[in-house]
Each structure stands twice: as structure tokens, then as C-alpha cells.
């Protein structure tokens, strides 16, 4: 019988992931997360190295502390806003563990990072996805271990 | 700057909303096909009784034997997030964002005068609210 426990974090991650430099605004990042509907979004080096993650709430945070000077505050870099400290895991963990690290950190975004370079991300929609993809699979008998379709829409 | 605004100025008002008794497939077909991330769950007199997130699907998975979910034999009611915490339509958007930002929630449902939910307000909407105020140099939105 399937389950979620047979899958890793590469089976269902998001590869290639929008990502900001470490030079982006908060305005760079609004723009970026509203365009492409995400949540949250990596800031990684010109190595490919990650650095942190800016959220949503990271950038609300900001504009909310600074009541009427948003417009200010937007054009200074992401470093001042982002407060969380993101968690990395490799692409071979299992989702399981990784969803444990999730929760436990109360985000929805983890990195995922092999070799010290930022391959994906995985969010909480990759693992509904894999949730309701897989009992679909089941079901219908196609499934084998890593055909989870993944696509590549904000989370 | 739009944070004197009120709720009702900005949130979506045509909710999507499931009864607590539909299985779990429901709300994750219409989150799939919807593009949202939260459902609103209501009881058997139409009211709010909960909401559905992602970070609620993956905790129900965690908890479940062997890290199963039956999504046509789970019920919303048994994974949902019980009792929301909700805002008025008529409070202004700078209590909005702190509510989200103190509870780490990226959704609000928003009751009218006599409790009844009039709508939702996202982070994405507050987001999309400071950069439509002010003058930020950005790409296009």
C-alpha cells in the first residue's frame, strides 16, 4: 500500500525555484512574490548559495512597522525586513521528516539544498499535492515511487 | 498608505466556502482548481466553524497512521482548524496585519455586523494593497 511515507523531498520539491539576490528591494521582492502568487521566495548568492527566505510576512511586517512610509521602506533591501531563519534539507530526506521540520518551524517553505547549492523548495501546496496525487495514483494503480507530477505554479 | 482602510475595502467577498461533512477531496479539488490556498468550512446553518489550510493537510498526513490520508473517507471536521480566529469588515487593515502577523496566519475570514461571514482577507491582499498605495519602484504588477 502507498503512502506519503514512500516519498523524498525531491519527489515532490520545486526545482528551479524563483529566487531574489541578495540586492533586491522590499519592492523587488512585492512585485516578485504577488507576480508569481508565492508565499515566499529564497534569496540566494551569485554561487547559487542560499542565503534566507523572504516571506510575505516578512515584507508586511516591514510596511506595517513603517505606517505611513511605505514607499520608503520599500526601496531598502531585503536584509532589513526578513526575520526567519530558514530551514534546509537535502532532496533525499523523506517528505514525512521533512513535513515534521515544517511544522515544527511553523513555516511553509523549506530550502532544499545538495551540495551547498539551492536546487528547490519544497511548500506546504508540494505536499498537498503529493497528498491528493497519490491517493489519486493509488487508486487507479499507476503509481510507481517518484512520478509525482510537479509543476511549477506559486505555492 | 492603505492601513486606515477597512477590511471590507479590500477582502474577497464571494467565499469559497465547504461544509465540515465533505470529504477532504473536496476543498483540495477546489484549492487545485481555484489557485487558493485556504477553504473556509462551514457547519450544517451555513455558519464559519473552521478553515482548511495546506499546513493543516500536512499535519493531518503526519498524524495519521503510516502517514496515510484517506481523502474521500476524511471528513473536513476531522482536519480542519476549529473555530478561526476572524475580523470585522468594518476594522482597519493595520489590525488585519497584525492579527496574521501575531498568529502566523495568511488568511482571515471577515464577519459582517450580525457575525455572519461577509469574506476573506489574504496576506497577498495586504501585500497587494501597500504596493498598489504608495509609489514603490518596481516591476510592473
Known sequence: ?155 | MPWQRTVESLMTREVLTTPATEPLVSALETMANERVRHVLVTDADGKLCGILSNRDVARATLTNPEHRLDIYGTTLAQVMTRDPITISAKAPLADAARLMLENHFNALPALDDQGQLAGILTSDDLLYAVVQAGPLRSPQL
Open chain 1, 1 to 155: 500500500m502507498l503512502s506519503v511515507s514512500d516519498l523524498t523531498v525531491a519527489d515532490v520539491m520545486t526545482a528551479n525555484p524563483v529566487s531574489l539576490r541578495p540586492d533586491a528591494t522590499l519592492a523587488d521582492a512585492s512585485a516578485a512574490l504577488l507576480n508569481k502568487r508565492l508565499t515566499c521566495a529564497p534569496v540566494i548568492g551569485a554561487d547559487d548559495s542560499p542565503l534566507t527566505v523572504v516571506s510575505t510576512s516578512d515584507l508586511l511586517r516591514a510596511y506595517s512597522a513603517a505606517g505611513q512610509d511605505c514607499a520608503r521602506v520599500a526601496q531598502q533591501g531585503i536584509a532589513t525586513a526578513v526575520q526567519q531563519v530558514p530551514v534546509a534539507v537535502e532532496p533525499t530526506l523523506a517528505l514525512t521528516e521533512a513535513c515534521e521540520r515544517m511544522v515544527r518551524a511553523r513555516t511553509h517553505q523549506l530550502l532544499v539544498v545538495d551540495g551547498g547549492r539551492l536546487v528547490g523548495v519544497l511548500s506546504t501546496t508540494d505536499v498537498v499535492r503529493a497528498v491528493a496525487c497519490i491517493d489519486d495514483l493509488r487508486k487507479s494503480g499507476r503509481f510507481k515511487a517518484g512520478e509525482v507530477t510537479r509543476t511549477n505554479d506559486a505555492t
